[in-house]
Each structure stands twice: as structure tokens, then as C-alpha cells.
């Protein structure tokens, strides 16, 4: 046999045995660990929403290079909850039993949260919320990554009545997290002797401003405290503007605006007032820079991190602890072995406390500048211990005001009207 032949045989053996080891590879190896990401892509909370998918995706992106979990890579399926409660409760049933995905990364408004809990109890699943929230709630079924009302809400108003004022008047969309936060900001306001000139309502999505920006203007307060969600917030700051409403005469501390919102705000129209939070893309540490540079790298240089973000991506590497260290892709193996984990996020070092599976988190207070990030004005000397049920009022009589909401509103979790409520007529209306 002359040289070539030799050579062609070597060759074509070679050939055979690497088509056949990468046929057994693809069929041998492990199936995919299934999660399910569930958040708004359209309506008015996309916004919002978009860049927690993109945290979320770029963290199991991360994981599946680095070898994924347990040998096995993580396979995301992405649902679009169209900022429609109903579409989140239909979505989650689907990810749950039909695309037999392990866990679910999702939802933002406490609507939708609300309106999905009873689903993962009914399977006993595992949902990981990355949003600040009202509180007033527990479930072995849902590991909370974003702030409880002691982590934002209640330190942020203590900050805004020792340094901005002792009169607030307070707006917010019309469901259950701006109803429930001013609930307890009039408990904390009546307890530290201040004052609550106005407490005014928008429906989810509504632009219609003008009535709540005139009785501000009408009442004088010291401090706005702003809880509306979403692009209303467009119309809001815009309106309050319009009225000569400036940071240096009547400041607003925002607690769902961050620098992803920012974006899509009118410089002018923002610079000046506060949010409240436990990340802003400014912490000035190299975990973070790090962070930062990966997530403009993936996404875009124009892009920006904030706090809802980078918690749906630390949500991601506590869920992946506890997938590793339970050895199985299991539900209930998961939710036993999230609790306590901890890691190292951007804003500093999380940890999932055992007793209410929310999350141990430092809580800062930042001024938004003219490059539409903000400037850190406080911050807690280290992480809070959370929550969720302030201790103004007991647990039972908070259940019973949540209650009271869901039955006023025709048993959904927000203010399905189309005209503005405002908070007094709402008090009647659940009334009846």
C-alpha cells in the first residue's frame, strides 16, 4: 500500500470517529435544565420590563459558557405577559405544564405577582420576583430578589422628612402597590408627626395628569412621593413641569423610576428629584464596573443597568447555587436550597433569608443628574434584614386592607376603570 492510501485511510478513520463521537455527544448528553422568563414585552410596563429580560438572558448566558449547571445547560423560554395581568396568569399555567420548565423569572408589578402567586402554589412551583413591592405578603413558592417596604419605602421617607420636608402629597398608578406603599408611608408620616396634604390615583397606563398635578399645585407640599409605573411616568413629570413645579420648589423621590426609565424621559424634565433603592449603575465598585461593562458589551454601549436589572440577574446565579448544590433540577429540591444562599451582586453582597425568602439587601437614596444617572446621596451602612409586614398595623389587619383592594376592584389586583380615581372615591367604592 503505497503512502497516500495509507494516508487517505488515516484520514477517513479520522473523520468517522469525530462524526461519530459528536453523534454520540448530541445524543447523550444531558436534556437542557428548562426555566421560564415571564415578563411584559408590550403595553405599558415593556418600558420596564425589556431590561430585566435581557439581565435575566445574559446571566444564563454566562452560567451556559461557563460549562451551565450540573453538566447540563440552562434553556430559557422567554413569554410575553403584554402587561395584561390575565395573559401573566395564562402564561405561567403554560410555562408550568406545559413547557415543564423548573422555575420562573418574572413579573414586575404586584398585579401581576398577585395574580400568579395562587399558581405556583396550586403546583407547588418556584417563582423569582426581582422588583421592589408593597410587602404585605409571603409564599414558600416565591423567592423575592427586589426590596421589602423597610428596604425602600419606610428608610426612603425617614431620609426625605429629615432632608427635604414634613408635607407630602402623594400620587401613584391605581393598583396594589402604590395603594399598599401609601399605606404605610401615611402610617410612617402620622407616626414621625408630618403631614399628607393629597393622595391621588392614575390608572395603570393612563396620561391623564392634570388634575392630580393641579391639586399639588393647589396644596403646596414640601415632597411629592411618586408611585406610578411605567410611561405614565412620561406624562407626570412633564405635566408637573409645565406647572413650574421645580426640584428646588417641591422635590419628587420616586420609587419605581431608574435609570432604565430615565432613558425615555425628557432631561429636563426629571434632573433634580431622588429615587429610592438598593442599586444605582453608579456604585463605584469593580464587582459592579464589571457588571456594567458585560451588560453594554452584550446590549449596546447606550445601554443602562439599574436596580430591577441587576436583580433579575443576581436572581439568576442564586437559583443556579441552589440547582448545583441540591445535585437536581428539581422544584422542590430548588426552593429548599435557595433559602440562605448568597452572592455577590453588583450592589453588594445578597442573601435569601430562610424565614421569608426575600432578600437581605442595602438600601441607598440617589439624585438624578443631567447624564440621566444619579448621584448617591445616602446609603444604609449595610444590608437590611427584610420585612415584608411593617410592624405599624398587624399582619391580620394588612391581609384584611389587601383584601379590601381585591374586592373593590371586582376581585382583580388594580383599577380596571378608564377615567382617574382618586384615593377618596376609591374609599368608597371598596366601602360598598
Given at each position: 500500500?503505497?503512502?497516500?492510501?495509507?494516508?487517505?485511510?488515516?484520514?477517513?478513520?479520522?473523520?468517522?470517529?469525530?462524526?461519530?463521537?459528536?453523534?454520540?455527544?448530541?445524543?447523550?448528553?444531558?436534556?437542557?435544565?428548562?426555566?421560564?422568563?415571564?415578563?411584559?414585552?408590550?403595553?405599558?410596563?415593556?418600558?420596564?420590563?425589556?431590561?430585566?429580560?435581557?439581565?435575566?438572558?445574559?446571566?444564563?448566558?454566562?452560567?451556559?459558557?461557563?460549562?451551565?449547571?450540573?453538566?447540563?445547560?440552562?434553556?430559557?423560554?422567554?413569554?410575553?405577559?403584554?402587561?395584561?395581568?390575565?395573559?401573566?396568569?395564562?402564561?405561567?399555567?403554560?410555562?408550568?405544564?406545559?413547557?415543564?420548565?423548573?422555575?420562573?423569572?418574572?413579573?414586575?408589578?404586584?398585579?401581576?405577582?398577585?395574580?400568579?402567586?395562587?399558581?405556583?402554589?396550586?403546583?407547588?412551583?418556584?417563582?423569582?420576583?426581582?422588583?421592589?413591592?408593597?410587602?404585605?405578603?409571603?409564599?414558600?413558592?416565591?423567592?423575592?430578589?427586589?426590596?421589602?417596604?423597610?428596604?425602600?419605602?419606610?428608610?426612603?421617607?425617614?431620609?426625605?422628612?429629615?432632608?427635604?420636608?414634613?408635607?407630602?402629597?402623594?400620587?401613584?398608578?391605581?393598583?396594589?402597590?402604590?395603594?399598599?406603599?401609601?399605606?404605610?408611608?401615611?402610617?410612617?408620616?402620622?407616626?414621625?408627626?408630618?403631614?399628607?396634604?393629597?393622595?391621588?390615583?392614575?390608572?395603570?397606563?393612563?396620561?391623564?395628569?392634570?388634575?392630580?398635578?393641579?391639586?399639588?399645585?393647589?396644596?403646596?407640599?414640601?415632597?411629592?412621593?411618586?408611585?406610578?409605573?411605567?410611561?405614565?411616568?412620561?406624562?407626570?413629570?412633564?405635566?408637573?413641569?409645565?406647572?413650574?413645579?421645580?426640584?428646588?420648589?417641591?422635590?419628587?423621590?420616586?420609587?419605581?423610576?431608574a435609570e432604565e426609565e430615565l432613558q425615555n424621559l425628557p432631561n429636563q424634565d426629571v434632573v433634580g428629584d431622588y429615587a429610592a433603592w438598593n442599586y444605582f449603575q453608579n456604585i463605584d465598585t469593580p464587582t459592579n464596573k464589571k457588571f456594567i461593562q458585560k451588560f453594554k458589551n452584550k446590549y449596546g454601549r447606550d445601554r443602562v443597568t439599574s436596580d430591577p436589572i441587576e436583580a433579575g440577574y443576581f436572581g439568576v446565579y442564586l437559583w443556579a447555587q441552589a440547582v448545583k448544590e441540591g445535585g437536581i433540577d428539581d422544584v422542590n429540591t430548588i426552593r429548599e436550597n435557595i433559602k440562605e444562599q448568597s452572592f455577590k451582586a453588583p450592589g453588594g453582597v445578597v442573601y435569601i433569608?430562610?424565614?421569608?425568602?426575600?432578600?437581605?439587601?442595602?438600601?441607598?437614596?440617589?439624585?438624578?443628574?443631567?447624564?440621566?444617572?444619579?448621584?448617591?446621596?445616602?446609603?444604609?451602612?449595610?444590608?437590611?434584614?427584610?420585612?415584608?409586614?411593617?410592624?405599624?398595623?398587624?399582619?391580620?389587619?394588612?391581609?384584611?386592607?389587601?383584601?379590601?383592594?381585591?374586592?373593590?376592584?371586582?376581585?382583580?389586583?388594580?383599577?380596571?376603570?378608564?377615567?382617574?380615581?382618586?384615593?377618596?372615591?376609591?374609599?368608597?367604592?371598596?366601602?360598598?
Open positions: 500500500m503505497n503512502k497516500k492510501k495509507i494516508i487517505f485511510l488515516i484520514a477517513f478513520g479520522l473523520g468517522i470517529t469525530i462524526s461519530l463521537l459528536t453523534y454520540l455527544k448530541a445524543h447523550l448528553a444531558q436534556p437542557p435544565i428548562k426555566v421560564g422568563i415571564l415578563h411584559s414585552l408590550t403595553g405599558t410596563m415593556a418600558i420596564s420590563e425589556k431590561s430585566v429580560v435581557d439581565a435575566t438572558l445574559m446571566a444564563i448566558e454566562e452560567i451556559n459558557k461557563s460549562g451551565g449547571i450540573l453538566g447540563r445547560q440552562i434553556e430559557p423560554i422567554t413569554v410575553d405577559g403584554k402587561s395584561d395581568w390575565n395573559t401573566f396568569a395564562q402564561a405561567a399555567e403554560h410555562l408550568i405544564t406545559q413547557e415543564k420548565v423548573v422555575t420562573v423569572f418574572g413579573c414586575w408589578t404586584s398585579a401581576s405577582r398577585k395574580t400568579v402567586k395562587p399558581i405556583f402554589e396550586k403546583y407547588n412551583h418556584l417563582l423569582i420576583y426581582p422588583v421592589q413591592y408593597e410587602g404585605l405578603e409571603t409564599s414558600p413558592n416565591i423567592v423575592y430578589t427586589g426590596a421589602a417596604p423597610n428596604q425602600q419605602i419606610i428608610p426612603a421617607v425617614k431620609w426625605s422628612f429629615d432632608n427635604l420636608g414634613k408635607r407630602f402629597f402623594l400620587v401613584g398608578s391605581d393598583y396594589i402597590f402604590p395603594r399598599t406603599a401609601n399605606a404605610i408611608i401615611k402610617d410612617q408620616v402620622q407616626a414621625l408627626q408630618g403631614e399628607i396634604l393629597g393622595e391621588e390615583y392614575i390608572i395603570l397606563g393612563s396620561n391623564q395628569v392634570e388634575k392630580i398635578v393641579k391639586k399639588i399645585v393647589e396644596t403646596q407640599p414640601e415632597v411629592i412621593l411618586n408611585t406610578i409605573n411605567g410611561d405614565s411616568n412620561i406624562a407626570f413629570f412633564k405635566a408637573i413641569r409645565k406647572a413650574g413645579i421645580t426640584p428646588e420648589k417641591i422635590p419628587i423621590i420616586s420609587f419605581s423610576l433569608d430562610p424565614d421569608n425568602q426575600h432578600t437581605w439587601k442595602t438600601v441607598r437614596v440617589g439624585k438624578i443628574k443631567s447624564d440621566g444617572q444619579f448621584k448617591i446621596v445616602w446609603t444604609s451602612v449595610k444590608p437590611i434584614r427584610p420585612i415584608p409586614y411593617p410592624i405599624s398595623r398587624s399582619k391580620g389587619e394588612w391581609e384584611k386592607f389587601t383584601n379590601n383592594l381585591y374586592q373593590g376592584w371586582n376581585k382583580n389586583w388594580a383599577n380596571m376603570n378608564y377615567e382617574p380615581v382618586n384615593s377618596e372615591n376609591s374609599r368608597k367604592k371598596i366601602e360598598k
